[in-house]
């Protein structure tokens, strides 16, 4: 009895999205821009990933890669982006703030 390529891909894909958020969500605070770092330097490597997959020649699936492969890039631009913008409020939150009387 063969398994399924998708069923067996398919079954990854749902544990590593639990393994992700049961890991994300155990982080402490103390760690969470190094946290940020590591997503954003691996979102990088799935973009580079999605655009050589979208520029590939036709395969028999080709329609279907090229599909997942552009979510792929959109989900991955979206995680940069918001790493960016919650490591920029975590790094304000540790800037010593001035008074208006100390100018």
């Not at 749902?14 to 049961?22: H, M, P, R, V």
């Not at 979208?54 to 279907?64: C, D, K």
């Not at 960016?84 to 008074?99: A, G, H």
């Amino acid at each position: 009895m063969d398994i399924s390529p998708i069923v067996f891909y398919g079954s990854i894909f749902i544990l590593a999205i639990f393994i992700g958020y049961y890991v994300v969500w155990s982080v402490t605070p103390a760690l969470h821009t190094p946290l940020m770092s590591v997503t954003n330097a691996i979102s990088a490597v799935i973009i580079v990933g999605a655009i050589v997959a979208m520029g590939a020649e036709s395969t028999e699936i080709s329609l279907l890669s090229k599909f997942v492969s552009f979510f792929a890039l959109i989900f991955a631009s979206v995680n940069i982006f918001g790493g960016f913008l919650v490591t920029q409020r975590m790094l304000e939150m540790y800037k010593k703030k001035v008074k208006k009387d100390d100018k």
